[in-house]
């Protein structure tokens, strides 16, 4: 380790500039610290699947358990190969799921709002993050440290048994996403997803609204493919009367249709 003699006169005159240089730098940090750390007494997990016919008590104390804090527009909530192991409860707002290649290019898993949960799968098997999360919109969340998250599996059987469901589910859609990658050219990808959204959004209707509406690229980052086959195809729906643009939403006129002109292709 190097040393370094300084005399009384040289140590006040860094002492001074690092005060003036940082100060203002930890008091933003301290002030950052302060207002997106939030805890009113008010914040609740009872809005959460997992927590469906769990006393009340018991969801009380679980939130008090968690820390609460909020998210800027584009700040990441957690990093691909991340250590951390809290899983987190969206109580308002928006993030997407995504992951970042060598080259830079964007692929992106799914989008998540509120009262959607993640990071249970490094909570329960203690392995590095599989994805970066990032805020697309002010979100505020519910920070679960893994130890908590595995008690309340242990210690309450049907949260246990609805976070099993929730990850089968996601398993279903991921293994028919890797099925439409192998199979299904550009376009009816383009449909594939299309449909997909419809179903999230207007779940059981024939009518469905997006909203708010993926852009074309994100669209793409999706499916592996470029902005302008999306836009391309968007378009050839549009005239052929299967969607509508309306403002910020994206109306899905026939979703049966939709659904049988992939399931022809997918040989269903």
């Keep these: 380790m190097c040393q370094i003699a300084l ?5 006040g005159l860094i002492t001074f500039l690092i005060s003036l240089v940082c ?8 002030m950052t610290s302060k207002l997106s750390r939030v805890r009113s007494g008010k914040e609740t997990l009872e809005n959460f699947e ?22 800027e527009t584009h700040q990441p909530l957690i ?11 969206i109580s308002s707002g928006r993030a997407r799921a995504t992951h970042y290649a060598a080259s830079g290019r964007e692929i992106s898993f799914r989008d998540l709002g509120a009262g959607d949960m993640f990071g249970e799968v490094s909570a329960i098997d203690a ?15 519910a920070m679960m440290p893994a130890p908590v998250l595995r008690e309340l599996m242990r210690e309450h059987e049907q949260c246990a048994i609805a976070i099993m ?3 089968t589910r ?20 383009i449909r594939a997803e299309l449909l997909r959204l419809a179903r999230i959004s207007s779940p059981g209707q024939n009518t469905a609204v997006i909203f708010p509406v993926p852009t074309h690229t994100d669209i793409a980052n999706r499916i592996s493919t470029h902005r302008e086959a999306v836009t391309r195809e968007l378009s050839n729906l549009c005239r052929a009367g299967l969607l509508e643009r309306q403002n910020c939403s994206l109306i899905v006129r026939d979703v049966d249709k939709l659904s049988r002109i992939v399931s022809d292709v997918l040989g269903e």
Excluded: H
Excluded at 23 to 30: L, T
Excluded at 63 to 68: E, L, P
Excluded at 132 to 141: D, K
């Design 165 to 167: 469901l929730r990850m």
């Design 23 to 30: 100060g203002p730098i930890y008091r933003r940090v301290c």
């Design 170 to 189: 996601l398993i279903r859609c991921l293994s028919e996403r890797i099925v439409e990658f192998s199979t299904l050219g550009v376009q009816d990808r």
């Design 79 to 89: 990093r691909y190969k991340d250590a951390t192991r809290d899983v987190f409860f």
């Design 127 to 141: 392995q590095p993050r599989s994805l970066s999360v990032v805020a697309q919109s002010e979100m505020l969340v």
């Design 50 to 71: 997992i927590f469906k016919g769990l006393p009340a008590e018991a969801v009380d104390a679980y939130s008090r358990r968690c820390v609460w804090k909020r998210f």
């Design 7 to 11: 005399s009384g006169t040289n140590f």
